[in-house]
């Protein structure tokens, strides 16, 4: 059995594809989100949709390593108390810091 040849894309990357692709946000606006110029965003895009094609085409894993990224806060209203908070939404339950419940959403994105 061969192994798994990856590919590896950085956070930048795919946070550009989120911001184009997914979300279909303009150039200018990726760029704006992104602090970075345009002409820098359409080289992050480039080359993380020129790094996902050859994954596809060859059969290769993507795998998404390290970068220059922060996390972002997020505005949030618990559903069962009404509490408006601010918190990253990050690999972990959030829970409201008034009544502790975990049925909240956000207001921004």
């Known amino acids: 059995m061969t192994e798994l040849v990856e590919i590896h894309l950085t956070i930048e990357e795919l946070e550009a594809i989120r911001l184009r692709d997914l979300k279909e946000l303009e150039y200018e606006e990726c760029a704006q989100k992104m602090a970075v ?48 908070w601010q918190d990253i939404i990050c690999c972990r339950r959030t829970r409201c810091p008034v009544c502790n419940a975990n049925d909240w959403y956000k207001i921004n994105f």
Do not use: D, W
């Open 37 to 84: 110029s345009r002409p820098t965003f359409y080289r992050i895009i480039t080359t993380a949709r020129k790094k996902i094609a050859e994954a596809l085409v060859n059969g290769s894993a993507l795998r998404v390593t390290g970068g220059n990224f922060s996390l972002a806060k997020y505005e949030l209203i618990c559903k069962n108390c009404g509490h408006h």
